[in-house]
C-alpha cells in the first residue's frame, strides 16, 4: 500500500493551514492533480486544495520538489511526463504537497509568499489535464448491461455470452474529450425511424448521457508487453468522472456489426481534477463477487472504490425561473463488475500498448434500485416513462439548453470526504 500521509510523525489528525469549507470537494485528504491557466500564465500543472489551486510550475521554480523529482515533470503544461513517471514519483510529490500545506509541516509554503503559488480557483481556466493518445469506453456494470438487453433484445438473455468472461470494451475518440463545462453541440447523423422503409439525415432526436467513472494511464506498457493484473494498479494514476454523451438514434441505426461510431465519438465530458488512487485507499471496498470465475490473466482478489454519483439536470426553463438543478439519478461505482485493474489487463494482454494519459471509461454505471441509472435510456425506461421535472416540464432525452451536471464524492464515518468536482455541459442547438 501506498503511504498517503504526509512528511512528519505526528498524531495530528491531517489539516491544511489553509482554510477549507468543510463542503468542499478539495480538503487536504484529497490533492487531485489538474491543469489550468490564468489571464497572464500559460497552462501549467497543480493541485486543488479548497478554493484555491497549487500552482505547481512556481512551487517546482521555488525548488520545493528538488529532492523528489526533476523539476521539468512539475513545470510542464499537461501531466503526461509527470504520468510516465510512476507510483514513486508521484508518492514522493503527494506527500511533499500535504507536508507543505498541513497545519504542522513544512512551512516554506506558508511563510513565504502563498498568494504567489495559490491561486484563487475563479481566477483560473480549468484544462483537459492531459494529451489523451487512446481512449477506450468499457460496458462493466452488470446493471447496465442487464437493463440494456433487456430494452433492445426482450425476447433474449439481457447478457450476451461473453459479457462475463471478458470485460467488453471499443476505443474511443481521444479528440473529442473536453472539459467540464463545454457546451455540447446537438450532433447531426443517419437516424432510421421505427418502421421507415429508409434512414434520413438531421439532429439526434435521442440525445442521452451516460453516467460514467475513467481511469488515467500512468507509466504504461511497451508493445508486446501485457500489464499483468497483480500490479496493474501501479499503472493507474487516478480517476476523474465521464459523460459518454450518446445519441441513442444514430447509434441504433450504425453499431453493428463494428459497434458505436458516430452515436459516441461527438463529445465526451470529464471532470477537470484527477483523483489520485491514494486519496481514494481509505475507500477501498472488495469487488463484487464473479460468477464464473474469471480465467487466469483476469483473476485478482479484486477491489473497487466506494464513490457516490448523481447526475443533476436543469432545462432552460428551470434556469429562468430560478429553479435549482434536479437529481435525476444516484448511484455508486463500488459494485462495478469489471475492475480497473481486470480493464486494464485485459486491454493490454493482445500487446496493445498504453502511453500515459490514456484514459479508460468504466461504460455507464448503474445500480438496481430505480433512480439509479446512468443513462435517460435506462431512466426512462426508452421513452416510455418520462421523468417529471418540478416546473412541470418532462424529459425522456434531452433538450437544446438542458445542463447536465455529473457528482462524485467518497464520504464515510471517521474519513473526511472528498469529491470530484463535477463533469457539466449543456445542450447547444445542432
Ligand atoms: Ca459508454
Given at each position: ?196 422503409a429508409e434512414p434520413e439525415f438531421g439532429p439526434t432526436r435521442r440525445l442521452d ?9 500512468g507509466p504504461g506498457n511497451e508493445l508486446g508487453r501485457p500489464v499483468p493484473i ?201
Amino acid at each position: 500500500m501506498r503511504v498517503s500521509d504526509g512528511d512528519a510523525t505526528t498524531d495530528l489528525p491531517l489539516q491544511s493551514w489553509l482554510p477549507v469549507s468543510p463542503e468542499s470537494d478539495f480538503p487536504i485528504q484529497n490533492l487531485p492533480f489538474g491543469s489550468f491557466s490564468t489571464p497572464d500564465a500559460g497552462p501549467r500543472i497543480g493541485i486543488a486544495i479548497g478554493d484555491r489551486i497549487l500552482d505547481l510550475h512556481n512551487a517546482a521554480g521555488a525548488g520545493f520538489f528538488d529532492d523528489c523529482c526533476d523539476r521539468a515533470l512539475l513545470r510542464a503544461p499537461l501531466l503526461n511526463p509527470f504520468l510516465a513517471a510512476g507510483p514513486d514519483v508521484w508518492t514522493l510529490v503527494r506527500r511533499r504537497i500535504s507536508n507543505l500545506l498541513r497545519i504542522d509541516g513544512d512551512a516554506r509554503l506558508r511563510e513565504g509568499n502563498a498568494d504567489r503559488f495559490l491561486i484563487k480557483r475563479d481566477d483560473a481556466a480549468l484544462r483537459v489535464p492531459m494529451e489523451i493518445g487512446d481512449y477506450v469506453d468499457f460496458y462493466s456494470s452488470i446493471e447496465h448491461a442487464t437493463n440494456l438487453g433487456r430494452l433492445f433484445r426482450p425476447e433474449a438473455e439481457p447478457l450476451l455470452p461473453n459479457w462475463k468472461w471478458l470485460p467488453v470494451g471499443y476505443h474511443g475518440r481521444s479528440a473529442t474529450i473536453v472539459i467540464d463545462g463545454t457546451p455540447i453541440r446537438r450532433p447531426r447523423g443517419q437516424r432510421k425511424p421505427p418502421g421507415a422503409a429508409e434512414p434520413e439525415f438531421g439532429p439526434t432526436r435521442r440525445l442521452d448521457i451516460e453516467l460514467e467513472m475513467g481511469f488515467v494511464v500512468g507509466p504504461g506498457n511497451e508493445l508486446g508487453r501485457p500489464v499483468p493484473i497483480h500490479g496493474a494498479e501501479n499503472h493507474i494514476f487516478g480517476f476523474v468522472l465521464v459523460n459518454d454523451w450518446s445519441a441513442r438514434d444514430i447509434q441504433a441505426w450504425e453499431y453493428q456489426p463494428l459497434g458505436p461510431f458516430l452515436g459516441k465519438s461527438f463529445a465526451t465530458t470529464i471532470s477537470p481534477w484527477i483523483v489520485t488512487l491514494e486519496a481514494l485507499e481509505p475507500f477501498r471496498v472488495a469487488a463484487k463477487p464473479q460468477d464464473p470465475p474469471p480465467l487466469e490473466y483476469l483473476k485478482t482478489d479484486g477491489s473497487s472504490y466506494a464513490v457516490d454519483l448523481a447526475v443533476d439536470l436543469q432545462t432552460e426553463d428551470m434556469r429562468e425561473r430560478g429553479m435549482p438543478p434536479q437529481r435525476i439519478s444516484q448511484t455508486s461505482f463500488r459494485d462495478i463488475y469489471w475492475t480497473a485493474a481486470q480493464q486494464l489487463a485485459h486491454a493490454t494482454v493482445n500487446g496493445a500498448a498504453t502511453r500515459p494519459g490514456d484514459l479508460y471509461a468504466s461504460g455507464t454505471i448503474s445500480g438496481s434500485a430505480p433512480g439509479s441509472q446512468g443513462s435517460l435510456i435506462e431512466l426512462t425506461w426508452n421513452g416510455e416513462r418520462p421523468i417529471k421535472l418540478p416546473d412541470g416540464e418532462t424529459r425522456t432525452f434531452l433538450e437544446d439548453g438542458d445542463e447536465v451536471t455529473l457528482h462524485g464524492w467518497c464520504e464515510k464515518p471517521g474519513a473526511r470526504r472528498i469529491g470530484f468536482g463535477a463533469a457539466r455541459g449543456r445542450i447547444e442547438a445542432a
